[in-house]
Nanobody, 130 residues
Framework: QVQLVESGGGSVQAGGSLRLSCAAS????????MAWFRQAPGKERREGVA?????????YYAASVKGRFTISQDNAKNTVYLQMDSLKPEDTAMYYC??????????????????????WGQGTQVTVSS
């Protein structure tokens, strides 16, 4: 069973930065694809933000965060990071880490669909004030 634990959320002013961490445990073959999602207040669905493939380190970003957020991984620590720069009030959300193993058949857009991920963390809150 895969377990994911997020940390690093908090409150920051617009233009500031935060780095989220996702510590993963469990069989590595079940978490070859790692991603960050977010769910803003009042929104029904989680929005895909960024994903990374463990083997190739290939990354993909939602248009809303491209150029501001960077996803990376430290395989020795089984940890995935989301560096968030130039934060905006609209980035305020609960941020979730997710994992799955079935990404071989996914195209980029599909890789940010929340329904494709089986393993989820509990989330960490990010609040950006103007």
């Amino acid at each position: 069973q895969v377990q994911l634990v997020e940390s690093g959320g908090g409150s920051v002013q617009a233009g500031g930065s935060l780095r989220l961490s996702c510590a993963a445990s469990g069989p590595a073959y079940l978490r070859g694809c790692m991603a960050w999602f977010r769910q803003a207040p009042g929104k029904e669905r989680r929005e895909g933000v960024a994903r990374i493939y463990e083997g190739s380190s290939s990354t993909y970003y939602a248009a809303s965060v491209k150029g501001r957020f960077t996803i990376s991984q430290d395989n020795a620590k089984n940890t995935v990071y989301l560096q968030m720069d130039s934060l905006k009030p609209e980035d305020t959300a609960m941020y979730y880490c997710a994992a799955d193993s079935r990404c071989g058949a996914w195209n980029d857009r599909v890789s940010l669909y929340d329904n494709n991920y089986r393993y989820w963390g509990q989330g960490t809150q990010v609040t950006v004030s103007s």
